[in-house]
């Protein structure tokens, strides 16, 4: 019986290399003595006797040769290890047992995995000789002359069979769902990084240099890339997530990966989900961090994966999953993940619940779906962050809370940009706010630039003060959900509204007024692109834009709105019953957007009657009468023209035509007035001339036929272009 080994004794070949824990020095100094006694026989066996007092390695011989002569030499091989002197004393070592400690092994060391997995011995010798390359790097070389190959530095199972007293007992290790493979502990791998599916007696015998480092130095820090978690506050959120922590988690699988997913928002509190899920199980949380590369590689996966089982900790990514190499034999998998026969519990941030069909069903844990700040965490979040510079009033910081729905993380991060600012801050609340606002809507919409103010809105009295209401009643939401109550019941829901007339009414000119008057984003959604032949693609991309939407305060403006949300109609088919669904979502996905949905249509009839009811307001854009027109007339002549020999009431009256078609109008009189030339001069002048054409030419494109009476005194003119 051996002491634990002493400060003073070799372990590996190196000098002053040895673990914290003594169980696995005595296997090292196993792998060691086998080794020494191997090379002394080798010398023996290569027909050389060794260079007195000089420590070189035996010359390599032919492989075929050795292999011949195993059989031949294993008699005398074993006469050899009890009767020369030098191989006397190292068998004499080797048969030296080891003593167990008193105490209770750490968890994650050598010892600790030899008793937790009952490990025999030759399990035990084999770990420790993988574990003793890593270590030394002097290992190599003396690995080379005992596999007599100068191209092999690591160890295989052929060594451990050449090296151990009972060959037949390394076949059992030739299993590649022995437990050495299977919580990788150890793997094998060629020297270019490719993994065998199957186990090898050549193949190299690698432990992970991760791994090594837990098992040798089971106190070590966790490596670099993974960062321990603070543990969680007793808060309501951990409360809840106790909760979910017995439900989802105490009763499952513990031999196996699994997956716990994460569904939460940009910014979500899953950090803190997970911390307290860890509390209250009694375990840590290793983050997951580093280079995006290493993170798709699956051996670093599998070293992290089982560092958290040994350390009894999970394993948590916030990122998102990375997908594996183009080269990896699972390829066509959506996720580098670890192996699944490693027992971790690895928790995946997600944004969509769709997302979970990318994953392995056979590993999942049901999902954990982490709940949205509400608006009074938002509120009491920018309360506490703002620095005493950032120069704002409540209210300000109340109606930015409700418009910018962040999570907390994220208002932090904006608070920490704005504190660090030089100087008083008031102004920049809003814009820092959609600085960090990502609308990831793609090719479904297009961001509009407002071109108009309110002056150039004409409407009539009924239809401008709904105009007016509209703008009113969102500026009041903050107030009326917040600070009334109401935003329960209506499920914090913002204004939808339908402006409906015939083109070139002012729909779209009112829906750009409003995005300046309540300084919201206007996106213009593309039907073209939205609505799709296939079944159940209408309903993803309507998805797509409503949760782009839903993280601020905007205006999404649907034009030609009767396209979508037409009448539903009776089933005949498949096609009609998934159309009808279809309208039923954008029913539910209206009443619940935050924000102000425009619907424009020129067929207001047609639309289904259900989602009319559902609309907040309805503005019917009527053709303008004769005093409306006349203003938009005068309106719509740009600043630097002169118009003073336009006969604006003759305009007004004879032709009954839409805001937009005047507006037409006047800009195709403008190119025909200018010369062209750029020396019109300070003249600039819009001739009545030019307008009149300008109207016969709408007219003709709208198909819409004109008498000569009402041109008056310009239907000699129509008449000769006419002829021309």
């Known amino acids: ?59 390599f011989s032919n492989p075929v040769s050795t292999t011949l002569d195993l059989s031949r030499f294993w008699i005398e091989k074993q006469d050899f290890f009890n009767s020369e002197p030098t191989a006397r004393y190292l068998t004499e070592q080797i048969q030296r047992k080891a003593v167990r400690p008193d105490h209770k092994p750490v968890r994650g060391s050598f010892s600790w995995v030899a008793e937790t997995l009952e490990f025999d011995e030759v399990t035990r010798f084999v770990l420790a000789l993988g574990l003793s390359v890593t270590l030394d790097a002097s290992m190599g070389s003396v690995i080379s ?71 040798l130095f089971p106190k070590s820090a966790f490596p670099q890339g993974l960062s321990l978690l603070d543990p969680a506050k007793n808060d309501e959120q951990s409360a809840e997530a106790a ?109 969509e619940r769709d997302q979970l069909s990318q994953l392995p069903p056979s590993l999942l844990l049901p999902p954990i779906r982490i709940p949205a700040a509400t608006y009074e965490e938002r509120l009491e979040c920018w309360h506490q962050n703002l620095g005493k510079k950032i120069v704002v009033n409540r209210a300000l910081i109340g109606e930015c809370a409700r418009r910018f729905r962040f999570e907390k993380k994220t208002i932090l991060a904006i608070c920490h940009e704005l504190n660090q600012a030089t100087g008083k801050i008031s102004d920049d609340l809003f814009a820092a706010c959609r600085a960090e606002t990502d609308t990831e809507i793609g090719e479904l919409a297009s961001r509009v630039t407002p071109r108009f103010n309110d002056e150039e809105l004409i409407l009539p009295p009924t239809q401008d003060l709904m105009f007016r209401e509209i703008c009113k009643a969102m500026i009041s939401l903050t107030e009326v959900h917040y600070g009334w109550g109401t935003a329960r019941v209506w499920n914090e829901a913002g204004i939808s509204v339908l402006f409906a007339g015939p083109p070139g009414t002012g729909k779209t000119m009112a829906a750009e007024i409003l995005a300046i008057k309540l300084d919201l984003p206007m996106y213009r959604i593309d039907l073209s692109q939205v609505v799709n032949k296939y079944i159940g693609e209408t309903e993803k991309n309507l998805k797509r834009v409503f949760d782009a939407a839903d993280i601020s305060d905007m205006i999404l403006f649907f034009d030609e709105a009767d396209s979508l949300f037409g009448r539903r109609t009776e089933v005949s088919d498949a096609h009609d019953r998934y159309a009808n669904l279809e309208i039923s979502y954008l029913l539910e996905r209206m009443e619940r957007f935050k924000g102000l949905a425009i619907l424009a249509t020129n067929r207001k009839n047609d639309l289904d009657e259900a989602f009319l009811r559902r609309l907040r307001y309805i503005v019917d854009f009527p053709l303008p009468e004769v005093e409306e027109r006349k203003r938009i007339w005068q309106q719509v002549v740009p600043e630097h023209a002169d118009g003073s020999q336009l006969e604006f009431d003759f305009l007004a009256r004879q032709f009954p035509l839409a805001g937009g078609n005047i507006r037409s109008i006047v800009f195709n009189a403008c190119l025909q007035s200018a010369d062209g030339s750029g020396r019109n001069g300070e003249a600039r002048e819009l001739s009545m001339k030019d307008i009149v054409i300008a109207v016969k030419r709408e007219y003709d494109k709208l198909n819409r036929t004109l008498s000569p009476q009402q041109f008056g005194s310009y239907a000699t003119l129509i008449e000769r272009l006419t002829h021309e």
């Open 243 to 351: 909760r979910l922590a017995a439900l989802k988690l105490n009763a499952t699988d513990v031999n196996a990966l699994r997956l716990v997913p994460l569904i939460g928002a940009k910014g979500s509190a899953r950090r803190e989900f997970v911390r307290a899920i860890a509390a209250t199980n009694g375990k840590s949380v290793a983050e997951l961090e580093g280079d995006p590369a290493a993170l798709g590689d699956r051996r670093y996966l599998n070293s992290v994966a089982t560092i958290c089982w040994l350390r009894d900790a999970y394993l948590f990514f916030e990122k998102e999953m990375p997908a594996p190499p183009s080269g990896d034999q699972h390829r066509g998998e959506r996720y580098a993940l670890p192996t699944s026969t490693i027992p971790a519990r690895l928790f995946l941030s997600l944004n």
């Open 1 to 59: 019986m051996t002491k634990a080994a002493t400060k003073n004794e070799f372990i590996t070949f190196s000098p002053n290399l040895r673990s914290d824990d003594h169980y696995a020095n005595y296997w090292m100094k196993q792998v060691t003595l086998r080794l020494r006694r191997e090379v002394w026989w080798s010398w023996n066996e290569r027909g050389f006797q060794p260079v007195t007092g000089t420590p070189t390695l035996p010359p």
């Open 145 to 215: 002359a005992c596999l007599n190959d100068q191209t092999k530095s690591f160890p295989n199972l052929a060594l451990a069979q050449r090296l151990w007293d009972q060959p037949a007992e390394v076949l059992a290790i030739a299993d590649p769902f022995h437990a050495l493979f299977r919580y990788g502990l150890m793997a094998q791998s060629d020297p270019n990084g490719r993994h065998y599916a199957e186990t090898l007696w050549d193949a190299p015998l690698i432990v992970p240099s991760l791994v090594a480092r837990q098992l």
